[in-house]
Structures are given as structure tokens and as C-alpha cells.
């Protein structure tokens, strides 16, 4: 199965701040990765497809990047709505396996 | 507009069997394969199964193999995943999806004596 490592688990930032979430694959996963926002009693919501994608309505401050084995999900600015926690998805090949998460808060 | 809407959770009692189910609309339903997600409370999210649009395949995780049984019905739009030998491990938070873009809102499952 591939492993997907996510960090941090959970950080805190202020407004404003510029913020990036990690997740790194243990297989070549190629863009196959999907970047998913979660409010409490909620379910995902995907923001970004396909690794740099962003989803239909999902603000332009949100942005994917990739670089070799590692998947970024950065915020360029943070807002107060933001605050959430996000998982990554690989769907390279079944089991689908998710990141452990990384839960986000206001500092 | 895609909608996905779970039924069929609980609380049950371990070693018993519960059948969720998933209503989808929206989307023409036979056309693609569909999902079950499930969320431990105040865990990371878990993939558990998946079958394609004509029931022509199925796959499950390693951790309900031999236990659970994804299955749908295309004239009723509906998904189904069938639990036995359930433990306290599958308590969680159940979600069907189409693909990873379109999701439920979920249904609970409390395995408890």
C-alpha cells in the first residue's frame, strides 16, 4: 500500500500568515492527489484536484504545488474560514490511502 | 446536483451486522463506480471500498476484507455496504462517495456492548 505522511499534524497560525501542509508518498503517486478541507460535522470538501488543481468555488488564496514525492497545500493568506482540518488523498491505485491529517487553528 | 444521502447506522453491539445504504441522485447512478469512507471520531479518514459501475468489481481494505460487502442496486439508484462481525474498531463516522469530489453526509456506526 502506498503511505502517505502528512505534517504537520496540527499548527497554529495568525491571520494572514502564510501557511503550508505537507504530505509525501512512499510510491510515485504521479498528480494523483486530491487536498480535502473538513469542518467539524462536516464532510470533506475536495479544494484541490489532480495536486495544483483548485476546485470549482474554492478561493484563489488556496494553491497546490508538488515537488518530486512531496504534495503542498499552501495558503497564501489565512483567513478566519480556513480554519478546518485537511487531508491529502492518493487515488495513484487502490487502497486509496489518506494522509493522517493536520488540524489548523488560530494562534 | 449531485446528492448522496446515508442511512442505516447505529449502535449495535460487537460480533452483530448492520447494512447502510446510499441514495444518489443527480448523477446518472449506473455510470460510475462508487465509495465507502469511513472516519474514526477524532481520526484520520480511511478508504474501505470501492465497486465499480456494473458490479463487475470490487475492492476493500485489508482491515474489513472477509467481513464487509459493498453492493448496489442501479434500478434503485442505491449503494449498499453490508457490516458483520463488526468491532469496536468500526466505530465510526460512514461515508459513500462518487469518485473523491462528491460526498455524503455521513452516517454513524457505534459498535458497543
Known amino acids: 500500500d502506498i503511505q502517505m505522511t502528512q505534517s504537520p499534524s496540527s499548527m497554529s497560525a495568525s491571520l494572514g500568515d502564510r501557511v503550508t501542509i505537507t504530505c509525501q508518498a512512499s510510491q510515485d503517486i504521479g498528480n494523483n492527489l486530491i487536498w480535502f478541507q473538513q469542518k467539524p460535522g462536516k464532510s470533506p470538501r475536495p479544494m484541490i484536484y489532480?495536486?495544483?488543481n483548485l476546485a470549482n468555488g474554492v478561493p484563489s488564496r488556496f494553491s497546490g504545488s508538488r515537488s518530486g514525492s512531496d504534495y503542498s497545500l499552501t495558503i497564501s493568506s489565512l483567513e478566519s474560514e480556513d480554519m478546518a482540518d485537511y487531508h491529502c488523498l492518493q487515488y495513484k491505485q487502490y487502497p486509496w490511502t489518506f494522509g493522517g491529517g493536520t488540524k489548523l487553528e488560530l494562534k | 446536483e449531485v446528492q448522496l444521502v446515508e442511512s442505516g447506522g447505529g449502535l449495535v453491539k460487537p460480533g452483530s451486522s448492520l447494512k447502510l445504504s446510499c441514495v444518489a441522485s443527480g448523477f446518472t447512478f449506473s455510470s460510475y463506480g462508487m465509495h465507502w469512507i469511513r472516519q474514526a471520531p477524532k481520526k484520520g479518514l480511511e478508504w474501505i471500498a470501492l465497486i465499480y459501475y456494473d458490479s463487475s468489481n470490487k475492492y476493500y481494505a485489508d482491515s474489513v476484507k472477509g467481513r464487509f460487502t459493498i453492493s448496489r442496486d442501479n434500478s434503485k439508484n442505491t449503494l449498499y455496504l453490508e457490516m458483520n462481525s463488526l468491532r469496536s474498531e468500526d466505530t465510526a463516522m460512514y461515508y459513500c462517495?462518487?469518485?473523491?469530489?462528491?460526498w455524503g453526509q455521513g452516517v454513524m456506526v457505534t459498535v458497543s456492548s
Open positions: 462517495a462518487k469518485g473523491a469530489h462528491y
Open positions: 489532480y495536486a495544483t
